[in-house]
């Protein structure tokens, strides 16, 4: 660093920098880790074009390095030389020893190396993976540089496709990786993927709100007048296909003739995940209360739909009152402002018995025909398809194991979910 102050000027440090952030605007401030990052690249990586001589277009550490051989120790010599010939990429954490270090893989070259790291190992999850690089001296590894972001393995898949790319750029064979050498000469792609990650992580893009139909989010109230509750549960509670009728009645509130006062109920629908593989989910909640029926929705597509169903089954018992449209940007603002949202149907159906044993059977069998549905994250192929080659093997086992961090939500059994999982596994070879 104080050797850097006699070869360039701050302008100089003002340009790497604008090259290292690209066409994402930062500012350099030293108390921020990103910065903190950058250093390692500028002293080690940056080249100054606009210098004449041979010597001062050399990276900052090589200048030092030849400048400096005869004062510096074999120590020094040889983590200088690594930080010089060790480019930056991305590593897959393989194992993590917290306060201790992490067994880290190069996602470009396959190189493994355990590396002594503190701080990073605290945070680190196997199956996360890092941009950084490594410096090695006396046999041993350190992180010299690691980005402050932990990509999940969800976002695996950019870095195969880049990984995909650039083997075909250097005509390698399809089960071949490129060496550290090509890692090094290929650092600019690899960089601005970075970038990107570390921007998309910071900033997410809003999505698009939208039902498991894909229909856009918006909350519909129905009303009717009603006269006779008892008939009009009985006229529409099949409409919750997973639970009997005697079952629904076990929460209803009853006078003291055993006729219904008030009642609620799931309105159990069709839903299409992304691999289209049709599900039960909840379309909305019916609630029957003296002399009213109302129903919430969340779609303007679903509320037409339940006012054809409830007139066909329930015909002249209900008299069709209104429908209310309510704003979208106050619940919004009601959930933010709630550190503990209400429990939310699909958790209040899994208390069920039955209910949950048809989560259990729908989950299954979704997970059974998951080897052979077609995954965009594994550019359009099969799970079966994929595992022919390196690149959507890596992709199947980093998708998989995301499936794993997120067992129990579906069903509320993790037990099951990883079970069924690990069933797939073996039935690519992977276990």
């Known amino acids: ?110 190189r493994e190396e355990f590396v002594h790291e503190r701080s990073g190992s605290q945070s680190a999850h196997v199956g996360d993976f890092v941009f950084g690089k490594i ?17 999940p393995p969800l976002c695996k898949s950019y870095v195969l496709d880049l990984r995909k790319q650039i083997k075909k750029f250097l005509k390698i064979s399809e089960t071949g990786l490129p060496t550290i050498e090509q890692v090094g000469d290929t650092s600019e792609p690899i960089h601005a993927l970075y970038r990107t990650l570390r921007e998309r992580s910071k900033n997410p893009t809003v999505p698009q709100l939208a039902n498991t139909n894909g229909e856009a989010l918006s909350f519909n ?14 006229a529409l509670h099949g409409l919750c296909g997973v639970r009997s009728k005697d079952d629904l009645m ?20 069709q839903g299409k995940s992304k691999s289209s593989r049709v599900r039960d989910t909840v379309h909305g909640m019916l609630t029957i209360e003296q002399e009213s029926l109302t ?19 329930a015909g002249t018992l209900v008299r069709f009152k209104a429908r209310l449209l309510e704003p979208f940007e106050p619940k919004m603002e009601a959930w933010k402002s709630n550190p503990r949202p209400p ?4 958790e209040e159906l899994l208390r069920h018995p039955e209910v949950h044993a048809k989560m ?40 998989l194991l995301q499936f794993e961090r997120w067992a129990g939500k579906t069903t509320g059994d993790r037990d099951f979910e990883v079970g069924l999982i690990q069933g797939i596994r073996e039935q690519l070879g992977l276990s």
Request: net charge negative.
């Open 135 to 151: 410096g090695k001296t006396n046999g041993t590894a350190i992180l010299e540089g690691m980005a402050e972001t932990l990509f």
């Open 1 to 110: 660093m104080d050797y850097s102050t006699t070869v360039y000027d701050r302008s100089s440090l003002s340009r790497a920098w604008k090259e290292w952030c690209g066409t994402y605007s930062e500012e350099l401030d030293f108390q921020n880790g990103e910065t903190i990052l950058f250093m390692s690249w500028f002293l080690a990586h940056w080249r100054n074009a606009r210098k004449r001589s041979a010597l001062n277009q050399l990276p900052l550490a090589a200048q030092y390095y030849l400048s400096n051989a005869e004062k510096l120790s074999s120590a020094e010599r040889e983590y200088l030389d690594s930080l010089i010939n060790e480019p930056f990429t991305f590593y897959e954490i393989l194992e993590s020893t917290q306060n201790f270090g992490m067994r880290l893989k190069d996602m470009f070259s396959g």
């Open 250 to 269: 076990q929460d209803a509130a009853l006078d003291s003739d055993g006729k219904i006062v008030k009642i609620e109920f799931p309105w159990l629908g």
């Open 343 to 346: 429990e939310t149907s699909h």
């Open 221 to 234: 109230k129905l009303a009717y007048d009603i006269s006779d509750p008892n008939a009009v549960f009985d």
């Open 295 to 313: 129903v919430q929705t969340n779609s303007d597509e679903r509320a037409e739909k339940i006012k054809d169903l409830i007139h066909n089954r």
């Open 360 to 399: 259990k059977e729908i989950h299954k069998s979704h997970m059974d025909g998951w080897v052979k549905e077609r995954i965009p994250a594994l550019g359009d192929k099969t799970p079966v398809q994929a595992m022919k080659t390196p690149e959507g093997r890596e992709g199947v086992k980093a998708l």
